[in-house]
């Protein structure tokens, strides 16, 4: 049975709780981490009800040491590592005027250098499969979220090298934008403004749109896939 970790498994209505769960229905034995503590400090508090029906393990990623802990646990429980998920995102909304270098560290911590590092131990550890998340910022400015887009548009622009550096190994490295993705914090109005924008069947992305992608990309099929940012949105990247 191939084994899977996925990262920022904290919410039930998060694309990796959906994630964690399509692949451990696809037969992957999974291991899934979060950390609550963040979604505490969050507008849409803490899923108390969001252990996973999977081995869980909490982690705070701003730890420069727990991406390598958390590599050697689900080695441990699984026996080896043949696909990591990362999905974890520290969200911030800080804006020009008023982002600090407090929340700029802390962001690009969690969502850079953890990334980083997790890919680090996966791959010492004979990872064959890696899938990172990045936004949309490409696609869209987003000046109210600052240090959550430096950080996420890193997690893009070093895709190419992580897949460069691992495809001696055979192993594969590919990044998801999921675009507007409906996972329980946009209010009615901004929901019925971005669904009117949105040129495919004018609805949100789901979590189950992203795990579908997740699933593909780690799957036999999408072996000859790698260095990518895929962007499965909906059409918003184009959109007139």
Known sequence: MPSALVTGVSRR????????????ADGWDV???GWPGHDREQPWGEDSAAAPAMPWLAADLADPEAPARLVSAHVARAG???????VHARSS????ATVTA???DASFAVNARATVLLVQAATAAGVRSVVLFTTGVHQRPMPDELPYVVSK????????????A?????ATVNCVNPGPNDTGWPDDATRAEVAAAMPLRSRWGTPADAADLVAFLVSDAARWITG?????????????
């Open 13 to 24: 209505a998060g694309i990796a709780w959906t994630v964690a769960h399509r692949l451990a």
């Open 31 to 33: 291991t899934a981490s």
């Open 80 to 86: 080896g590592i043949d696909a990591l998920v990362a």
């Open 93 to 96: 909304d800080q804006d020009l």
């Open 102 to 104: 407090a929340e700029l």
């Open 153 to 164: 548009a890193a997690i893009q622009g070093v895709t190419a090298t992580l897949a460069a």
């Open 166 to 170: 691992l495809a001696s190994s055979g």
């Open 228 to 240: 990518q940012t895929i962007d499965s949105d909906g059409g918003w990247g184009v959109r007139s």
